[in-house]
């Protein structure tokens, strides 16, 4: 199964869904399951659900061969604690998906260690999701038997909260 996630950020994240909807088409005999979030889209050629807590997603990532996420840095540190490959599409401010573009410096990173495959460009469809899952293999999510990394991924997710609830706290 390839399992593709969303998270549970308050803005959706139609481009990844619709994506991952389209590669349902494009993969013969493996099933595509997404996980929506507050997308608007809703997927009509993959299986589908909106939320679910953290140990039905950790379940799932567990059966998953690879994982399709957004660069939330919780979830990668789930996905790397299975040791499951892992594609990143990091939430772009420009579609309204996210509040900054801090995804996007998460998802370069990972991918220019070799952690993870990152898409990084702003085009994104079934067939770049296609061609990423041949590519994925190339990466190890492997943690070295280190925990530094995960610790480093915690501290920027604290790091992005913080500015997220102080961003929130400016608008009201």
Aim: hydrophobic share 40%; charged share 20%; aromatic share 6%.
């Amino acid at each position: 199964m390839i399992f593709v996630t969303v998270g549970t950020h308050d803005q959706g994240f139609d481009r990844l869904v619709k994506a991952a909807d389209e590669l349902a088409t494009l993969v013969e005999g493996e099933p595509v399951l997404i996980q929506t979030g507050c997308s608007d889209y809703t997927p009509i050629h993959a299986d589908y659900f909106r939320y679910s807590d953290s140990q039905g997603i950790n379940k799932l990532i567990q059966q998953a061969r690879i994982v399709i996420s957004q660069a939330s840095a919780g979830t990668i540190i789930a996905v790397f604690l299975l040791n499951k490959p892992l594609i990143i599409v990091p939430r772009l401010r420009k579609f309204n998906e996210n509040w900054t573009d801090h995804q996007m410096e998460l998802a370069k990173a990972l991918h220019e260690q070799g952690r993870a495959f990152a898409i990084l460009s702003e085009q994104l469809s079934g067939q770049i999701l296609k061609e990423a899952l041949n590519k994925v293999p190339q990466f190890t999510p492997i943690l070295d038997g280190s925990t530094g990394l995960i610790q480093a991924l915690r501290n920027q997710l604290n790091t992005w909260e913080q500015h997220r609830n102080k961003s929130h706290i400016e608008k009201r």
